[in-house]
């Protein structure tokens, strides 16, 4: 019977451990006061409710355990909803929604994707929360994984996109 109880115990234990990570994700001031702290760069996800490739990078590589943990350790996440209606204080300034009809963009959407309105989008800052660039369209777990590293690694500082991903070697686990 005892050794029962170690069993279960341990499979407990092992299934904790392997559990689906996903992304922590935090509002813009949440990660701005956290960064005054431990500065990290920060990866700004910018959907819509009604975007179903927004729900689909949710589900599939927001919930990537490797892509996950690596985003959770290396960058403050931030999900903002191009169309809300809650103003945001950022940089000294008060960002807003000033359409009155559905789907209108938040001016912070707008700022991040510099009016590139298209979604999914995902806009990186630096530690300074400087935008570095946004990053629009589904990224699965393959595809997002040299970019997450590019920045976070600070790469962008001495060769292109291009050239770091001909040399990426991926690290996630093959299923």
Same mark, same amino acid.
């Given at each position: 019977?005892?050794?029962?109880?170690?069993?279960?115990?341990?499979?407990?234990? =092992?299934?904790?451990?392997?559990?689906?990570? %996903?992304?922590?994700? !935090?509002?813009?001031?949440? *990660?701005?006061?956290?960064? &005054?702290?431990?500065?990290?760069?920060?990866?700004?996800?910018?959907?819509?409710?009604?975007?179903?490739?927004?729900?689909?990078?949710?589900?599939?590589?927001?919930?990537?355990?490797?892509?996950?943990?690596?985003?959770?350790?290396?960058?403050?996440?931030?999900?903002?909803?191009?169309?809300?209606?809650?103003?945001?204080?950022?940089?000294?300034? =008060?960002?807003?929604?000033?359409?009155?009809? %559905?789907?209108?963009? !938040?001016?912070?959407?707008? *700022?991040?994707?510099?009016? &590139?309105?298209?979604?999914?989008?995902?806009?990186?800052?630096?530690?300074?929360?400087?935008?570095?660039?946004?990053?629009?369209?589904?990224?699965?777990?393959?595809?997002?994984?040299?970019?997450?590293?590019?920045?976070?690694?600070?790469?962008?500082?001495?060769?292109?996109?291009?050239?770091?991903?001909?040399?990426?070697?991926?690290?996630?686990?093959?299923?």
């Amino acid at each position: 019977m005892k050794n029962l109880a170690i069993i279960i115990i341990a499979l407990f234990l =092992t299934t904790s451990v392997f559990a689906q990570e %996903s992304v922590k994700w !935090h509002t813009i001031e949440e *990660a701005v006061e956290l960064n &005054k702290t431990e500065p990290r760069k920060f990866l700004i996800d910018v959907y819509t409710d009604w975007c179903g490739w927004c729900k689909k990078m949710d589900k599939e590589t927001f919930t990537h355990p490797e892509i996950a943990g690596y985003i959770n350790n290396n960058f403050y996440a931030v999900k903002f909803d191009a169309e809300s209606t809650e103003p945001v204080t950022f940089g000294g300034q =008060t960002f807003v929604n000033e359409g009155s009809g %559905s789907r209108s963009s !938040h001016q912070f959407a707008i *700022a991040l994707l510099q009016g &590139k309105m298209s979604y999914p989008s995902i806009a990186y800052m630096n530690e300074n929360l400087q935008l570095l660039t946004a990053v629009p369209g589904y990224q699965t777990p393959e595809r997002i994984e040299p970019i997450l590293h590019f920045f976070a690694k600070d790469k962008y500082n001495d060769v292109s996109f291009e050239e770091f991903n001909k040399n990426f070697n991926s690290q996630l686990s093959q299923n």
